[in-house]
């Protein structure tokens, strides 16, 4: 069965980046799109930029633009999102998500925290 | 950008038909995914294309699409309807930019 599996919680001061992890199973990773939305808590769905797993080409959201980078490693069928320069309102939950048809499949969620 | 817009809210009573607007600038030439989101969980896909239903999700869930605005039908809703939910599409205008709409509480009175 189809499984995204994301890393666990992070918390970072203002400044630091952080990076999420990915781990897709039970389909041919390089064979989906995978997507990156944040929620920020209480906030709604925001789409952050996409990665072609076979490719590596990406686009990212203009909002993210020079702070967002978008890789995986197929060897390990594992995508990632790094954020730099975090900000307090980057606190979020952030969900990968694997597209088909519209998102088919999502991630738990990781929720990153900000905080001085 | 292209900015996709839903009312806060809509309430509905058990059994009655809740109906979720989406509106954009010419909506209509887009397709229209619709998610549902629980307190919690991820969200899920309930539908793609405009109109389509993923296996699994009840015939109760339907979808339309024109003009400048897009509408995701719940019939005979039910508690476990209760829920946020999002539409999404795809901004071809936009270097290939993926929006989702501001959100709807659906409220089950």
């Known amino acids: 069965q189809v499984q995204l599996v994301q890393s666990g919680a992070e918390v970072k001061k203002p400044g630091a980046s952080v990076k999420v992890s990915c781990k897709a199973s039970g389909y041919t990773f390089t064979g989906y799109y995978m997507h990156w939305v944040r929620q920020a808590p209480g906030q709604g769905l925001e789409w952050m930029g996409r990665i072609n797993p076979n490719s590596g080409g990406t686009n990212y959201a203009q909002k993210f633009q020079g702070r967002v980078t978008m890789t995986r490693d197929t060897s390990i069928s594992t995508a990632y999102m790094e954020l730099s320069r975090l900000r307090s309102d980057d606190t979020a939950v952030y969900y990968c998500?694997?597209?088909?048809?519209?998102?088919?499949?999502w991630g738990q969620g990781t929720l990153v925290t900000v905080s001085s | 950008s292209y900015v996709l817009t839903q009312p806060p809210s809509v309430s509905v009573a058990p059994g009655k038909t809740a109906r979720i607007t989406c509106g954009g600038n010419?909506?209509?030439?887009?397709?229209v995914h619709w998610y549902q989101q629980k307190p919690g969980q991820a969200p899920v896909l309930v539908i793609y294309?405009?109109?389509d239903r993923p296996s699994g999700i009840p015939e109760r869930f339907s979808g339309s699409n024109s003009g400048n605005t897009a509408t995701l039908t719940i019939s005979r809703v039910e508690a476990g309807d209760e829920a946020d939910y999002y539409c999404?599409?795809?901004?071809?205008?936009?270097?290939?930019?993926?929006?989702f709409g501001t959100g709807t509480k659906v409220t089950v009175l």
């Open positions: 294309y405009d109109s």
């Open positions: 010419n909506i209509g030439s887009k397709s």
């Open positions: 998500a694997r597209e088909a048809i519209g998102y088919d499949y």
């Open positions: 999404q599409v795809w901004d071809s205008s936009s270097d290939h930019c993926y929006v």
